[in-house]
């Protein structure tokens, strides 16, 4: 087993907050698409449950914050 934890959550972590990051800039200039929340959504269910995984609880509980502040914006239902 590896030394390091917290070694693939990392890589994952990044990617995640790089794509989302995008994401809100992206639904910045051209407002919500269903498309572009969904992705979004999914990005932060992923980032939640890998946190939880490496007993990141703070980093799970913020991402749910996040989440919720998105369910008023149109998402495709299907996916998520």
Known sequence: M???P???FRVEASDLVESMSRGILDLEKSGP???QVSKLLR???TLKGAARVVKQIKISQNSHSIE???SPLPRRDEGY
């Open 2 to 4: 590896s030394k390091d």
């Open 6 to 8: 917290y070694k693939y």
């Open 33 to 35: 698409s269903k498309d």
């Open 43 to 45: 990005s932060h269910t």
């Open 68 to 70: 919720d502040n998105f």
